[in-house]
């Protein structure tokens, strides 16, 4: 068995050692087709795991809000139905809620009872900066930063200063540069803040956040958790929490739960960013499509080389089978020839792939004063879907010629030849 | 060497037929009976589309008939499957065609050891070894390792008939061996052919045109318009 497939082998190697300018371009057509699928795909899918970690880290896994996703009932409602009652209240008040998360301190044990969660409490809340008669509003968010350091990746945001600096200074604030510059404000200096309520206070800058932040956006600023109750009058109170967990993929069904339990509204990454997460599934749509279109034509290049040659061997054909070579062993022969096709072509897309990938880690993007490089994925299972699917497409290419070349009738070809 | 009646036919042929389809149909062969006979050297002769070939892709199983039977040993082979007619073709049958139709990229040597590495009894070197004796029995010892296109055409056709008698055929089929060559290498196919059959035992059955050759073959066998018209016993 071993010493038939060695023979056929040989007559497919010499078949295509013979025809060495159609084996070079079927096999640099797979080469250049494995090359940049892997090229293309280490930048898709390492740019899509950067994305997704961005989306994860930058803002807590789950946010819990002090908002419900629909208001509770009245207790008036609550007691007599809203509608069809038989009773008439005269002056009914209307309770009002007061905001804030109730109970703040059981959710967060409840957070800490899931194994590597951590939640963070913070408030926030609008306040007005003004500074020599300019005024800008800033929305404030009061935090414990030995906490929120552990939640988000804020602390990788600041230009300068450190988010402890907060608890060093007596009414320590870190603000956006554009803010900054804006106000014309600079590190150390002092300015006075005025909350809705009517609190005023004086914030020194002990931080400044780059540019370009989505999460944070150009009118944010961090303060102690309680300075910000203080500033805000809401002593106590938070209105936010932010969890940061082990496996950031079970953030929506956490969200779930302790929504379930506390009523207030758990947002999960997820549901934030649905509409990222659409974009990064058509996306992978057009990579996939793309890639699978270099494929096809590297495999034309597969059909074209086998279907010459069986061709051009309709003759030797017509010798094997009347020598006394099977249907079954000229067909293998021809599917070997694309399949070797395939491999070489794929060992040389590899090449290609690894050095193209080298060129694309070795750019660098100056972005906003950062030196940036192309997120590449570059993990070998990119090397073996690529050989897989060339390999796959190859022996399909090849199958359909190779079929031909074992019905070739060797009584047509001996007659018309003599 | 004994060249008598009585040594069972290798290949019976009994009404052998076969028609090409169409509108009407054409017939190649029709109502063929004939036995090939070991030690004998067979010779089918008649003008040229007499059906002379197509007889002979008939009995070297590389055609199917589409009427009759044939006999190999005494068991009917007209059913066998491609596979089958393959494997009798490789084990018991060499050819000689009337071009040397050798595969190019190939050595002499190689061309030879092809249908021995197909039946694959013997290991690569023992093959080799073989493949070796076979050329040297041809007078072509000292050419094993050129390709056929650095050969002449007699010595092509010489490596085809090595390459025949790879597995020791009971049959060798010829097509016109000698169509291509000269009278000089002609002569010297022709006996090679009487000697497998006449100092080897083997049967060889060989198509030809040629009168002269006719001449020398123990049974004559005559073809006009797809039938036989005569079978003729010489010598």
Redesign the interface.
């Known amino acids: 068995m071993t010493l038939r497939l060695g023979l056929l082998i040989h007559i497919a190697a010499k078949h295509l050692l013979m025809r060495r300018r159609q084996t070079l371009v079927a096999t640099s057509g797979v080469a250049v087709g494995v090359g940049f699928f892997l090229a293309v795909s280490a930048l898709m899918v390492g740019s899509q795991a950067d994305f997704i970690k961005t989306l994860i880290d930058t803002a807590p896994h789950i946010i819990i809000y002090d908002e419900r996703r629909s208001p509770p009932p009245q207790p008036g409602v609550a007691a007599f139905g809203a509608e069809g009652a038989a009773v008439q209240l005269h002056g009914y008040k209307v309770r009002t809620e007061v905001r804030g998360i109730k109970d703040w301190q059981a959710i967060l044990r409840e957070v800490d009872r899931i194994p590597g969660a951590i939640g963070s409490p913070s408030l926030s809340g609008a306040v007005t900066l003004r500074v020599g008669g300019r005024e800008e509003g800033l929305g404030v968010i009061g935090i414990d930063p030995s906490i929120e350091t552990r939640v988000s990746t804020i602390s990788d945001k600041l230009r300068t200063g450190s988010l402890i600096d907060l608890e060093r200074v007596q009414g320590g604030v870190i603000i956006g540069e554009d803010q900054a510059q804006r106000l014309a404000l600079g590190m150390g200096d002092i300015v006075a803040a005025t909350s809705s309520r009517g609190g005023t206070r004086n914030l020194k800058i002990v931080g400044l956040f780059k540019r370009g932040q989505m999460q944070l956006g150009s009118g944010s600023g961090y303060m102690l958790l309680r300075e910000a109750q203080s500033l805000l009058g809401r002593p106590f109170v938070i209105n936010r929490i932010g969890v940061k967990l082990a496996d950031p993929y079970s953030a929506q069904d956490v969200a779930k739960t302790l929504e379930q339990r506390y009523f207030y509204k758990a947002e999960s990454w997820q549901e934030r960013s649905a509409d990222f997460l659409g974009l990064l599934l058509t996306r992978n749509v057009i990579m996939y499509s793309v890639v699978s279109a270099i494929l096809l034509v590297a495999s034309f290049g597969i059909y074209t080389a086998v279907s010459n040659s069986v061709a051009d061997k309709r003759r030797d054909i017509a010798i094997l089978r009347s020598i006394g070579f099977s249907q079954g062993d000229l067909q293998l022969i021809f599917v070997m020839e694309g399949m070797a096709l395939a491999l070489v072509g794929v060992v040389l897309g590899w090449a290609l792939g690894f050095g193209l990938m080298s060129v694309l880690g070795s750019l660098e993007f100056p972005i906003q004063g950062d030196v940036q490089r192309l997120p590449l994925d570059r993990s070998s299972r990119q090397y073996l879907i690529a050989a897989a699917a060339s390999l796959a497409a190859g022996a399909f290419a090849a199958w359909l010629p190779a079929r031909k070349a074992a019905q070739v009738d060797p009584v047509d070809i001996l007659r018309g030849a003599v | 060497m004994n060249v008598d009646e009585g040594a069972a036919p290798v290949l019976v042929a009994e009404q052998l037929g076969r028609d090409l389809p169409g509108d009407p149909p054409v017939t190649l062969v029709k109502d063929a009976d004939l036995a090939i006979e070991p030690g004998k050297f067979t010779a089918i002769v008649g003008p040229s589309g007499c059906g002379k ?1 197509s007889l002979l ?1 008939l009995l ?1 199983l ?2 199917r008939p589409t009427s009759g039977r044939l006999l190999l040993d005494g068991r009917e082979v007209t059913p066998l499957s ?2 089958e007619r ?6 018991r ?1 060499g ?1 000689v ?3 040397h ?6 050595t002499a040597l190689e061309n030879v050891m ?2 021995i ?4 009894r013997l290991s ?1 070197p023992e093959a080799e070894a073989r493949a070796r004796e076979l050329l040297g029995s041809v007078g072509l010892g000292d050419k094993v390792l050129k390709s056929p296109d650095r050969l002449s055409g007699g010595e092509r056709q010489r490596v085809a008939i090595a ?1 025949a008698l790879a597995n020791d055929p009971v049959l060798v089929l010829g ?2 061996p000698t ?1 291509n060559l000269d009278s000089v290498n002609s002569a010297r196919v022709v006996d090679l052919f009487r000697d497998l059959a006449h100092k080897q035992g083997r049967a060889v059955v060989c198509v030809t045109h040629d009168p002269g050759i006719a001449e020398l073959a123990d049974i004559r066998v005559s073809m006009l318009d797809g039938r036989i018209s005569e079978v003729l016993r010489q010598g």
């Open positions: 070939s892709y070297g590389i055609d491609g596979d393959a494997r009798i073709r490789l084990e049958f050819f065609f009337q071009f139709f050798l595969l190019p990229e190939f092809l249908p590495r197909r039946l694959g690569l390459r097509d016109e169509g």
